[in-house]
C-alpha cells in the first residue's frame, strides 16, 4: 500500500511515461490516457488484489480496459507497479512489441482480455463476475470506459445485465472527461444527467473528483463495501490532465507530442526546472 504523496508522485511519472511513449510511437492516445492517470494509479497500487510477478494468478481481482485506445495508462501503470520494465514502454506501437496500439492479452501478461471495439468491456467483466460467482472465487472486476463510449447501445445492455443479476463484485469506472475524438460528448450525442441514468438502472452510483487520489481511494472502498447491486464511479476528469496546452482540448484525443511538445510537457508534470 502507498501513501496519497507517494500515489501523487506515481502519477506524475505515469503522465510522463505516456507523453514520452506516445512521442516515441509517432501515434497514440495521450488526452484521455492523462485523464484516467490517477483512476488507474490508485487501482493497481493500492485497491486490486494482484500479482504483478503471478499475473495468471487464480483469485486476482481482474482489470477490464473498454476504451482500449487509452492502453498507454494501463501500460504505464503496469511498468510502475512491476508487470515489466518501465524501458519497455518505449516499444509502444513497434514492430513485434507486447504493448500493441490496443491491448492484446496474446502479447502481455497482466492483459485479462483484447479490447479496442468500444461497447463490450463491461460485458466481459459481467461474464467474469457471474464466473466468479459460480466458482465461488473472491475476486472483483473493474472495468474502464469512456464517457463518449456510453454512447454504445451494449453498454446499456450490460449495465442491465449486471444489475439484473445483483453483480456487487463488479466496478465500473466513468471517465466523464466531456470529450471524445469529434468533440463534445453532449454535442456528439448527449448522455446526461448521468448518474440519474445509472441510478435507474439500479447501480450504486459513486460521484467523484477523478483527479483526487485520496477521493478515489475512498470511492473504490465504498463500491468494495456496497452489498446487493454493483457500483459505478462517476469521474469528473479533465481531458490531457496535467499538460496545460492538451487540457479540454478534443484535438488531443489521438495525437502525440512532437519533441518540443514533449518538453513542455514535461515541465508542465514535473515542474519548470526539471
Not at 95 to 108: A, V, Y
Not at 215 to 240: C, F, H, N
Request: glycine share 10%; with cysteine; hydrophobic share 40%.
Amino acid at each position: 500500500m502507498e501513501s496519497v504523496e507517494r500515489l501523487k508522485e506515481i502519477c506524475k511519472d505515469v503522465r510522463a511515461d505516456i507523453v514520452r511513449m506516445t512521442n516515441a510511437a509517432g501515434s497514440g492516445h495521450p488526452g484521455g490516457s492523462l485523464s484516467a492517470v490517477e483512476a488507474m494509479v490508485t487501482l493497481y497500487c493500492n485497491v486490486m488484489n494482484h500479482r504483478p510477478a503471478d499475473p495468471a494468478w487464480a483469485d486476482r481481482d481482474r482489470f477490464f480496459l473498454s476504451k482500449g485506445h487509452v492502453c498507454p495508462v494501463v501500460y504505464a501503470t503496469m511498468a510502475r507497479t512491476g508487470y515489466f520494465p518501465v524501458e519497455e514502454l518505449l516499444t509502444l506501437r513497434k514492430l513485434g512489441t507486447r504493448l500493441q496500439g490496443h491491448p492484446s492479452c496474446k502479447t502481455l501478461p497482466g492483459i485479462e482480455v483484447s479490447s479496442g471495439s468500444l461497447g463490450q468491456g463491461l460485458s466481459v467483466a459481467n461474464g467474469f463476475a457471474l464466473s466468479a460467482r459460480l466458482d465461488r472465487k473472491p475476486y472483483r472486476a473493474y472495468c474502464l470506459l469512456g464517457d463518449g463510449e456510453l454512447q454504445e447501445g451494449q453498454v446499456w445492455e450490460a449495465i442491465m445485465t449486471a444489475a439484473h443479476y445483483k453483480l456487487d463484485n463488479v466496478c465500473a469506472i466513468v471517465d466523464y472527461n466531456g470529450l471524445q475524438i469529434d468533440g463534445e460528448v453532449e454535442k456528439v450525442m448527449g448522455i446526461a444527467p448521468l448518474a440519474d441514468k445509472w441510478r435507474a438502472f439500479n447501480w450504486h452510483v459513486i460521484e467523484v473528483d477523478g483527479h483526487d487520489v485520496a477521493k478515489m481511494l475512498a470511492a473504490y472502498d465504498e463500491a468494495r463495501q456496497t452489498r446487493g447491486k454493483p457500483s459505478v464511479i462517476l469521474m469528473r476528469t479533465i481531458k490531457g490532465k496535467g499538460v496545460s496546452f492538451m487540457e479540454n482540448v478534443a484535438g488531443w484525443h489521438g495525437k502525440p507530442c512532437n519533441r518540443d511538445e514533449m518538453a513542455l510537457a514535461l515541465a508542465d508534470i514535473y515542474g519548470k526546472g526539471h
